[in-house]
C-alpha cells in the first residue's frame, strides 16, 4: 500500500485561491489513479477530482473551471489548484491513491486537510 501526506490547508475568502499537496510514499510503483475527495461533517464523502497515470482528469461538476489537478511523472506527489473557492467548498479534503498489483486493487487516504473558505 501507499502512504499519502497532505499539506496547503487552510482559511481563505470567498474568491481566493489555495494549492493542496499530497506527497506518496511505499509503493509509488504502483500507483494508477490519484485524487482527491471531500467530505462535510454528516455527509459522504464525494469526489472532487482524480487524475489516472496516463493524466486523464475527472472532475466534480461543481469544481469544473475553477479547480485543475496534476500530478509528476513519478506518481509520488498530486496537487489541486483550487481557484474562485466558495464557501461551499469548505470541507475536509483527504488525498486518494489507488494501487494495482496483480489482480489486488488497494485503496489508501490520507488523514484529510482542512479548507475554509470564509469571509
Known amino acids: 500500500q501507499v502512504s499519502l501526506v497532505e499539506s496547503g490547508g487552510g482559511l481563505v475568502q470567498p474568491g481566493g485561491s489555495l494549492r493542496l499537496s499530497c506527497a506518496a510514499s511505499?509503493?509509488?510503483?504502483?500507483?494508477?489513479?490519484m485524487g482527491w475527495y471531500r467530505q462535510v461533517p454528516g455527509k459522504e464523502r464525494e469526489l472532487v477530482a482524480r487524475i489516472t497515470e496516463a493524466g486523464t482528469t475527472t472532475y466534480a461538476d461543481s469544481v469544473k473551471g475553477r479547480f485543475t489537478i496534476s500530478r509528476d511523472n513519478a506518481k509520488n506527489t498530486v496537487s489541486l489548484l483550487m481557484n474562485s473557492l466558495k464557501p461551499e467548498d469548505t470541507a475536509v479534503y483527504f488525498c486518494?491513491?489507488?494501487?494495482?498489483?496483480?489482480?489486488?486493487?488497494?485503496?489508501?487516504w490520507g488523514r484529510g486537510t482542512q479548507v475554509s473558505v470564509s469571509s
Open positions: 511505499g509503493n509509488i510503483f504502483s500507483i494508477t489513479t
Open positions: 486518494h491513491a489507488r494501487t494495482a498489483q496483480a489482480l489486488a486493487l488497494r485503496d489508501s
